[in-house]
């Protein structure tokens, strides 16, 4: 392979950065210093970048990525915020999604979109989100005895009232729609999901009992 071919190949690559992953840039900018300093490269390293070009940097990867940057419509950008805003609380995916959150300009690469958003996890965090919340806002619903101790003891064994059931879904398990509840008797909101409560048996009663404690 000619030396200076190889080298202008990889100048060039370093040009189209928009085109490759951020770990493809970093290692086409360590192949290219260690070009300029030693004059060549492994094969190894060769059979790697020319499969870098071939999947980003050829004529048919950018008519594909063309295709795909028109093709990245509202609801594309929508479910990558979905997934991002997850993830970021996941802690994975944290360089994709931090530019999905940050820049609503952002296009991923079509691979960099798929695994965050079409994989088991992302499905479920998507749905959830969508999914129309059980108990509206002003039903009064009650924490499960399941939940986590710290929120039942928030609500001081008292039903609560739903105030609002919307939010960045952090979690991929079953019910993990957010709810913003207040409980009877109490100032203080309180964040749970939806299956940490249930439709509260005997609303009137707790009222009745914190309407009675009120002094006017």
Avoid at 75 to 84: G, N, P, S
Avoid at 112 to 137: F, G
Wanted: charged residues 30%.
């Amino acid at each position: 392979m000619n030396p200076d071919s190889l080298k202008q190949r990889l100048q060039l690559a370093t040009k189209n950065a928009n085109l490759l992953s951020p770990w493809e840039n970093g290692f086409v900018e360590s192949l290219l210093e260690q070009f300029s300093k030693r004059g060549r490269l492994s094969p190894k390293q060769v059979d790697i970048f020319e499969r870098i070009e071939q999947q980003k940097l050829s004529t048919n990867a950018r008519k594909a990525s063309a295709a795909w940057v028109a093709d990245y419509d509202d609801e594309k950008r929508r479910i990558a915020l979905i997934c991002a805003k997850y993830y970021l609380k996941a802690g994975y995916f944290t360089g994709l999604a931090t530019n999905v959150v940050e820049d609503p300009s952002y296009v991923p690469s079509e691979k960099a979109w798929k695994k965050m958003c079409q994989n088991k996890y992302a499905l479920k965090v998507v749905a959830t989100h969508d999914a129309a919340p059980k108990y509206a806002v002003g039903s009064v619903v009650e924490f499960r005895s399941t939940a986590e101790r710290k929120l039942r003891k928030q609500a001081n064994g008292m039903p609560c009232v739903v105030i609002a059931s919307s939010g960045d879904i952090v979690s991929a398990a079953k019910g993990a729609k957010p709810y913003k509840i207040l409980p009877y008797g109490s100032v203080k909101v309180v964040e749970c999901e939806e299956r940490h409560v249930k439709k509260c048996k005997k609303p009137n009663k707790a009222k009745k009992v914190v309407d009675n404690s009120l002094p006017f």
